[in-house]
């Protein structure tokens, strides 16, 4: 039987992580967030590090399962076996249907539109490039983990790269600091309160994208020694490249400018540059959007193939292509269901993703609440890493990831019935699946000491 093979080491998951998370966020969210915290500079920038910090958390709680058992599927695998197969399945059912593949599909259409800058599209000419963009990420990903991971690297270093060039040069020639009012609020009332809640909220959002890289610990050489130092060295990446990167802003173009702006890094450019200058950063961006793309291709359809391997799936995603010990198929699927998103009229899948990705961090909270499951359960199990603050570390993130929910049930009741009623969808298709024969886990992938599972 053709297995996933190990070939992806601590560069390449530092790299997943980093390239995965940047995508468009923090060229559009500060602007936002500068507002919702009443101009504050010093308070923005809390906020930038604190949801960070949180993220981190999260990154640190995955890490100690991820090292333990180093399955793909991350996520799934740890709702699985804590919590059970129909939330582990409607985890998976969610990612399939609008999360991942909305996600991408959101990728590939802000690539078209970024692609604007350069060249003139007409409406079919748009969805066409977006639909070959998301082809050529699954070609790349099909021929191997390997190749994935190598284009992922390439292209997150560039982003990178850009990235923290373009903060250099805004903050060395940047003279719009000058201008801030203040560094701190003068003083605090309950709309700061509130504005400080929903910056948090979303650059928790700007966030996200870190955990994807769970679902490839299955295919990491000597797991349980880089997996936790990947996932944990990315997220810490990426929190100074945010950090750095909203100083420079307000460097360049003053707490004022970056309020005002909704290209916040085009206008700050444009500022010290000129106007040509901001072609530099929409190439920037279509490099990091075709980035983000590579690393949910890379990563995501492994979840499929645990799903399918646990017979609750579409069996032939749990097939591993003989040539490039890779679930082709899962891949295949995945993409083809984002290509199939992108030509659908308007941005129907736009308003899809916007009502489901908060049902993601209800998730998050039931994968990072199964650490308690497996310390209980399995108090000897072999852990080479372990959660740094334990219990409070995983506490933290989950109510960070409560808040989130929270707070969408109450400002966004529609998005909350719409994701209810896409999950109780689930259920039934979960049952389908249930009865048919499940694929063995591959004991090329199963955790050192761990046990063949009996589906319930």
């Known amino acids: ?48 590090f604190a949801a960070g910090i949180l993220s981190l958390l999260g990154a640190l709680t995955f890490a100690e399962m991820g090292a333990a058992k180093p399955d793909a599927g991350g996520l799934y695998v740890f709702i699985r076996d804590a919590l059970g197969p129909l939330p582990a399945f409607l985890y998976g059912w969610t990612m399939f249907l609008v999360i991942a593949s909305g996600s991408a599909a959101t990728l590939a259409v802000a690539f078209k539109d970024y692609l604007g800058a350069f060249v003139t599209l007409p409406p079919l000419g748009g969805k066409a490039v977006a639909i070959a963009m998301i082809a050529v990420v699954m070609v790349i990903n099909v021929r191997g983990a390997r190749q994935g991971a190598n284009v992922q690297g390439v292209a997150t270093a560039i982003k990178v790269l850009a990235i923290v060039v373009m903060s250099a040069c805004l903050l060395i020639f940047g003279h719009g600091s000058s201008g801030a009012a203040g560094f701190w609020p003068a003083q605090w009332n309950v709309s700061l309160l509130t504005g400080v809640g929903l910056a948090m909220i979303s650059v928790l959002w700007a966030y996200e994208g870190w955990q994807y890289v769970t679902f490839s610990a299955g295919e990491t050489k000597d797991p349980q020694r880089i997996f936790p130092r990947g996932i944990v060295a990315g997220t810490a990446l990426v929190i100074a490249i945010y950090v750095i990167a909203n100083i420079a802003y307000v460097a360049a173009i003053g707490p004022d400018g970056v309020m005002a702006s909704q290209r916040v890094a085009a206008d700050a450019v444009s500022a010290l540059f000129g106007p040509a200058a901001g072609k530099l950063i929409a190439a920037i961006i279509l490099v990091s959007m075709f980035s983000a793309t590579n690393g949910l291709t890379l990563t995501a359809p492994r979840l499929y193939y645990s799903m399918a391997r646990d017979g609750v ?32 009229p308007g941005s129907t899948f736009e308003q899809l993703l916007t009502y489901v990705v908060f049902v993601g961090w209800i998730f998050f909270a039931l994968a990072a609440l199964a650490i308690f499951v497996y310390r209980r359960r399995e108090p000897e199990l072999h852990r080479p890493f372990r959660t740094p603050g334990y219990p409070v570390t995983p506490i933290l993130f989950v109510l960070s990831a409560a808040a989130i929910v929270i707070n969408t049930v109450v400002t966004q009741p529609r998005n909350v019935m719409f994701a209810i009623g896409l999950m109780v969808l689930g259920v039934p298709a979960y049952y389908m699946w249930r009865g048919r024969p499940a694929k063995a886990p591959a004991d090329a992938l199963a955790s050192p000491g761990a046990k063949v599972r009996e589906r319930v």
Not at 20 to 42: C, D, E, H, M, N
Not at 329 to 338: D, G, L
């Open 1 to 48: 039987m053709t297995t996933l093979r190990r070939t992806l080491g601590l560069t390449d998951l530092v790299l997943i992580v980093v390239g995965t998370v940047i995508g468009s966020g923090i060229f559009r969210v500060p602007s936002a967030v500068l507002q919702q915290t009443g101009g504050s500079v010093g308070l923005s920038l809390l906020v930038w």
């Open 313 to 344: 799936f579409f069996s032939k995603l749990a097939e591993v292509n003989p040539r490039f010990n890779t679930p082709a198929t899962a891949i295949i699927a995945s993409s083809v269901w984002a290509m199939v998103l992108v030509a659908l």
